[in-house]
């Protein structure tokens, strides 16, 4: 069974900084792509960023390009996303959620996703 | 760049069949067959309930369709049940290797 596990969210103040993780198992990690997806509470879903499966490439939403940086570690089976200047706006639920497979374009399509972080963004 | 357009609620009876519209542009929706819709029960995590435009993951029922003419994907539930009360959001890869998600479609079962 595929699960992902989502780590390290909690209250930081604005400009701070978090890193969150998402550890996997139930499949081969390296030939997924992973992305996370946040949800500010009451709010839609809002797609944050996706590495490939070999990690050499990322992509990033607008609103989070030059502040976050996603990366993983596939020795550990664990992604990562690194929250840096954080903004009020920031505050969200985090996601990750197992993207295409290796050769496939990514991000395009999230099964399963984790059971998700919350990220208080407050002073 | 703007999210998907997705009416913000629709209802339909027990049994019935509803359509979730999810408009974009040539630079999403109308650009790639990777159209994806998500069910969303509150207070849980999105399930996929289907990909790349009209592909059902296993386990999930086949009163789910999706299809997609130009700039507008649809999803359809038909035989409408109690459990389908829910959240829905369609996403799309745009040409900018990002993803855009539709804003939500709460869909009330009367």
């Known amino acids: 069974e595929v699960q992902l596990l989502e780590s390290g969210g909690g209250l930081v103040q604005p400009g701070g900084s978090l890193r969150l993780s998402c550890a996997a198992s139930g499949f081969t990690f390296s030939n997924y792509g992973m992305s996370w997806v946040r949800q500010a509470p009451g709010k839609g879903l809002e797609w944050v960023s996706v590495i490939s499966g070999t990690g050499g490439s990322a992509y990033y939403a607008d609103s989070v390009k030059g502040r976050f940086t996603i990366s993983r570690d596939n020795s550990k089976n664990t992604v990562y996303l690194q929250m840096n200047s954080l903004r009020a706006e920031d505050t969200a639920v985090y996601y990750c959620?197992?993207?295409?497979?290796?050769?496939?374009?990514?991000?395009?399509?999230?099964?399963?996703w984790g059971q998700g972080t919350l990220v208080i963004v407050s002073s | 760049q703007s999210a998907l357009t997705q009416p913000a609620s629709v209802s339909g009876s027990l049994g019935q069949s509803i359509t979730i519209s999810c408009t974009g542009t040539?630079?999403?929706?109308?650009?790639?067959?990777?159209v994806s819709w998500y069910q969303q029960h509150p207070g849980k995590a999105p399930k996929l309930m289907i990909y790349d435009v009209s592909n059902r993951p296993s386990g999930v029922s086949n009163r789910f369709s999706g299809s997609k003419s130009g700039n507008t994907a649809s999803l359809t539930i038909s035989g409408l049940q109690a459990e389908d009360e829910a959240d829905y959001y369609c996403?799309?890869?745009?040409?900018?290797?990002?993803?855009?998600f539709g804003g939500g479609t709460e869909l009330t079962v009367l």
């Open positions: 040539s630079n999403d929706v109308g650009a790639y067959n990777y």
């Open positions: 959620a197992k993207d295409g497979p290796v050769g496939v374009i990514v991000p395009t399509r999230f099964d399963p």
């Open positions: 996403s799309s890869h745009t040409r900018s290797t990002t993803l855009l």
